[in-house]
């Protein structure tokens, strides 16, 4: 687990320097504290830091090629290196070391672009190659790790991080308006487009060749619907407890300790019960809770330990809110609202304190249908032609109803008004139309699906299920979900690897029939069957539960003074970018316990902080919108 970075200079144009690239590097040394390499010629730079996992003692990069001819660097870990490695062996291939970055670089010297069609791991890769003076950079299938790219006509400079790129003489920090818009209705910034407005994120499973001072973008893989090879429900749970086991055992590589989060909800619980069918020793298990009790989950996370015998470590937090949100814009590297970044930290800096490599759950809602919002839109979808009908009821109940039921029904009486993908997206959206357009402004507001970049014509082939689980794959996992993990994990030096995001256990997943996933009202069925295997019932049968924190009771307590002034400063009123009367109206209706506004104002306070960070601290003239 490393951080990359780089610089291609295009041809006859100033070729890079070496401390620039030892300054973008050290922006990110928290995603590699145990080693750094750097490669500079006359046209390219590549640097990493490294989170020494695999290999430790010959694993260093950048690593190149026996003739020096093609260098490489490389965050993530391949799982099947191994596998890769005997085929490379027979077809002539002497290796140096033991790393999976010698078989990525053998892999390209043999087969070329087509060697990212046969790694199955995550990864951001960047392969220099002097014989063709061409760059690649490469992205795992779900977007696992992060890489940002900003070609600027005489350079392409890319990075794991964003606050590498800032560290590049010239480069202009320039708010794009469509991705704010696209942040404040969803609490982050959709791919392929970054908070700036000449920066782009690698789509996943894409790679990129850079020669001559152009750019070209390949797609290497797509997640494809087709019916299950399963000829019955008994053969289909046999097979899914076969992947998961594989999906599980291929990420026990490494040679360092590891570990596993675990909240008690399915998804970990499954990950924890394969871990311990493979290990001769106690997994170990971290969780941590907060005081107040609807936003701790400790009981259920220790009673999976205590059934499956792992060495439990957990914590009951009781965070510096401020101080908290000050480091965790810093280390999320965009305006990001999502607010379980903040548990998903502290279980992450509990973990480093005895491993530096954990097992997850993540994948697994979008993968079998286990979203809430799944079901309720499911729900509103089965009305058919009554739709309009049940639109108008259940405006006019809501009309007619106070508080928080009658703001409900007209916010179902909405949905059931919209085509699709609107009736879906409004679902996911942390920020609700009407506030939006407060917020933005009505011109801004109505544009605030844009960035998503959804193939209509391809989610129009797809059934109800699998039209929403396509562009929660396409958006919500990459940019939210794994974002949260990667940065969290990643600011304690720590790796975070997702069984359930093996491809080949998505793919046979999302090929399931709809029955097979969501049945009865309630999602997951065929992984709940497969679990009872492994786990007690009271795990099957426990209601998902997001990872949440107390972030109502923050507004009006440690946090309430910094939202106060953050909103009645100038800066907030001149950056023009959010509405400082429509803000100032959701704290004064949150304090005053008329509405829980406290999504809302963690979504500005998140983008002033951001702004204050990245923007006004170090360049008081780049908060320029483009």
């Known amino acids: 687990m490393c951080g990359i970075v780089g610089i291609v200079s295009a041809p006859g144009c100033r070729p890079p320097s070496a401390a620039v690239g030892q300054a973008m590097n050290d922006a990110i040394r928290h995603r590699g504290p145990d080693d750094q390499g750097l490669h500079v010629d006359e046209q390219a730079l590549i640097a990493m830091r490294r989170l020494a996992i695999i290999d430790l003692a010959s ?52 087969y070329g672009a087509a060697c990212f069609e046969k790694l199955n791991g995550m990864y951001a890769i960047a392969l220099w190659d002097r014989r063709t003076r061409s760059l690649l950079l490469a992205r795992d299938r779900f977007g696992e790790k992060p890489l940002f790219y900003h070609d600027d006509g005489e350079r392409l400079v890319f990075a794991s991080e964003l606050k590498s790129l800032i560290e590049v003489p010239g480069f202009a920090r320039v708010i794009d308006p469509a991705a704010v818009r696209a942040y404040v209705t969803f609490g982050y910034v959709p791919s392929p487009g970054s908070i700036f407005a000449n920066v782009r994120k690698l789509p996943p499973a894409h790679y990129l060749v850079y020669r001559d001072g152009r750019s070209e973008l390949h797609r290497y893989w797509s997640l494809e619907w087709n019916a299950t090879s399963a000829s019955n429900e ?13 999906a599980v055992s291929s990420r026990l590589v490494s040679d360092v300790p590891f570990g596993a989060f675990l909240s008690g909800g399915l998804d ?97 809602d979008e993968a079998f249908g286990g979203y809430d919002r799944y079901l309720r839109f499911l729900k509103l979808q089965s009305l058919g032609t009554a739709r309009p009908l049940a639109s108008l009821a259940a405006r006019a109940a809501g009309s007619v109803l106070p508080g928080a039921s009658g703001y409900r029904l007209r916010r179902i009486g909405e949905r059931l008004r919209q085509t699709f993908p609107d009736s879906y997206l409004s679902g996911v959206a942390l920020t609700a139309p009407d506030l939006a357009a407060a917020l933005l402004g009505e011109s801004a507001a109505r544009d605030r699906y844009e960035g998503l970049h959804l193939d209509g014509a391809a989610l129009a082939r797809l059934g109800d299920l699998d039209r929403i689980v396509a562009i ?55 992984l709940r069957r497969v679990a009872a295997r492994w786990l007690p019932p009271d795990v099957l049968a426990k209601p ?60 500005v306070l998140s983008l002033e902080l951001w702004c204050r960070r990245f923007l006004d601290a170090r360049a008081p003239a780049a908060t320029a919108v483009a």
């Open 59 to 110: 694993g260093h990069q950048p690593m190149q090629s026996e003739d020096g001819a093609v260098h490489i660097v490389f965050n993530g870990e391949i799982y099947n290196y191994r596998e890769l490695r005997a085929q490379l062996v027979a077809r002539g291939h002497r290796f140096a070391t033991q790393s999976d970055t010698e078989v990525i670089l053998r892999g390209y010297l043999e």
């Open 544 to 603: 998902k539960q997001g990872f949440g924190i107390p972030l109502a009771e923050w507004f009006r307590g440690p946090l309430r003074e910094l939202a106060e002034d953050t909103l009645a400063s100038r800066a907030f009123r001149e950056r023009g970018l959010i509405d400082p009367a429509a803000a100032r109206d959701c704290l004064e209706r949150h304090l005053a316990n008329a509405a829980d506004m406290s999504e809302t104002l963690w979504v």
């Open 234 to 246: 008994r053969e289909a749970e046999d097979l899914l407890a076969t992947k998961l086991d594989e």
């Open 268 to 364: 970990s619980s499954v990950v924890v019960a394969l871990m311990s069918r493979h290990l001769s020793q106690p997994v170990r298990t971290f969780s941590i809770g907060f005081r107040e009790q609807a936003y701790n989950e400790l009981s259920d996370a220790r009673r999976v330990a205590q059934h499956l015998g792992t060495e439990h470590h957990e914590l009951v937090v009781e965070p510096d809110a401020v101080e908290l949100l000050q480091q965790l814009v810093w280390y999320l590297d965009e305006p990001f609202a999502d607010a379980s970044a903040v548990p998903t930290f502290l279980v992450a800096q509990l973990a480093r304190t005895q491993v530096k490599m954990v097992l997850t759950g993540d994948g697994g």
């Open 472 to 526: 929660d794959f396409a958006s919500y996992l990459p940019d939210d979900i794994l974002v949260k993990l990667d940065r969290m994990a990643m600011a304690n030096s720590l790796e975070g690897r997702s069984p359930l995001l093996d491809h080949r256990l998505v793919e046979f997943a999302v090929n399931l029939p709809p029955s097979l996933r969501v049945r009865d009202g309630r999602g997951k069925y065929l």
